[in-house]
């Protein structure tokens, strides 16, 4: 059965898409895609490494930015089999025999193994936007509401396990309800009245995964409630965005006015979801808009050919960007979270080596803050 999707592409059988500007903004952003992709899941898996240490895997911001990691880590890695065998730079993975199904007509026959993939990507796409979602709501909640002992738990590495597992749940069970439709039938008794007459000998006796004939075109017709889906993530990232601007002004009022200013560290964390929901804002942006327009297709068709060959080939561009979100979330960690940063360097210098860094670091300011008084 072929994957439930609500962005298709619809083209004449006349219209040559071989050689126009559209094949070529296809050859460049699929060639430049993979390419970053490759780059992606490597600094991804390097990222998961850090984020698995016990200095951080007991923070909730970064036990949100695993479960993100890993999404990210499936979402290339799926996504680059697809595009690659598409453009023949590998074999098509689960491409199927080729062969006549000979499966009774109310059914089709599932290929498992590509089926298996979509699901995967399917939850992995949407898993990586939420839980960026849901950390920049908890960390505009623990901010605002200080005091709450509810949302401070929520805030903890426990209440962030809770949130992570409830959010992986249900976009596990949205994307795989329609499983309990699927039935196995075994061939040659569940063959076709065709192939029972006209083709014997391609009945195969084997067992068959078959979903009804007809659920493909059903999850089509609810296609309306990805657009939703999109859009809510979409509208949710200017207001996350606004919302920690205005919590970063605050932060900022609040430390001119207190007497310890000098002693703080200044709070990259909330600068650093900021930077993540501006890279979320801009990609998710634009895939909510052409998912929009890729839902009502057939209606673009009849008013403007044109628009629909842009439209199509805007998804590539699209792709890379999303692609360059994934590839920035290593980076930005690194940049804004000190915390971060000492992970790294006591994996390759070691703890024994980066406490010793620390206290001659420590020491040299001191002796230096009492130099510069003494002359003063």
């Given amino acids: ?39 992606t899941v490597i600094l ?11 200095d951080l ?7 949100f930015m695993i479960g993100i990691c890993i999404s990210d880590i499936l979402t290339n890695s799926i996504d680059f089999t697809y595009i690659a065998g598409e453009i ?15 499966l ?50 929520m805030s ?61 075109g059903t999850m089509l017709d609810w296609g309306f409630i990805e657009i939703i889906m999109k859009f809510a993530a979409t509208t949710c990232y200017p207001i996350l965005t606004i919302s920690l601007l205005i919590t970063l002004r605050k932060i900022k009022n609040r430390r001119k006015k207190s007497d310890k200013k000098k002693s703080e560290k200044p709070d990259h964390t909330t600068r650093l979801i900021l930077l993540m929901t501006i890279f979320f804002m801009v990609s998710e942006g634009f895939a909510g808009v052409l998912a929009l327009f890729q839902y009502n ?6 008013i403007n050919e044109e628009f629909v060959y842009a439209i199509n080939a805007a998804q590539y561009p699209v792709s890379v960007l999303r692609t360059l979100n ?27 080596k980066l406490k010793k860094l620390d206290v001659t670091r420590s020491t040299s300011k001191v002796r230096s803050r009492t130099t510069t008084s003494t002359i003063g």
Avoid at 44 to 54: A, E
Avoid at 170 to 178: A, I
């Fill in 156 to 216: 903890k590495a426990k209440g962030a396990l809770v949130i992570l597992g409830t959010c992986v749940l249900f976009w596990v069970v949205f994307n795989t309800w329609h499983f309990v439709l699927y039935r196995i039938f075994w061939l040659p008794d569940n063959a076709n009245a065709s192939c029972k007459q006209y083709y014997k000998s391609s009945i195969t006796p084997r067992y068959v995964l078959a979903a009804p004939s007809d659920l493909h």
């Fill in 88 to 102: 023949s730079w590998m074999p098509i993975l689960f491409a199927g025999s080729g062969e006549m199904s000979c």
């Fill in 297 to 302: 297709m057939m209606y673009f068709m009849e």
């Fill in 57 to 63: 895997r007991s923070f909730a911001i970064y036990i």
């Fill in 1 to 39: 059965m072929p994957k439930a999707s609500t962005t298709s592409t619809i083209l004449p059988e006349y219209y040559d898409y071989e050689e126009d500007k559209y094949k070529i903004v296809f050859n460049i952003s699929t060639r430049l895609n993979l390419s970053l992709q490759i780059a």
């Fill in 44 to 54: 991804n898996l390097l990222h998961l490494i850090v984020l698995l240490r016990k």
């Fill in 326 to 352: 994934a590839l920035s979330h290593p980076i930005v960690c690194f940049l804004l979270s000190s915390q971060y940063r000492d992970t790294v360097r006591g994996i390759f210098v070691g703890k024994k």
């Fill in 104 to 153: 009774r007509d109310d059914y089709s026959e599932v290929n498992v193994g590509a089926q298996t993939l979509a699901t995967l990507l399917d939850i992995s796409k949407r898993l990586s936007v939420w839980l960026a979602i849901l950390m920049a709501i908890m960390r505009n909640l623990s901010v605002l509401y200080p005091t709450n002992q509810r949302i401070q738990s």
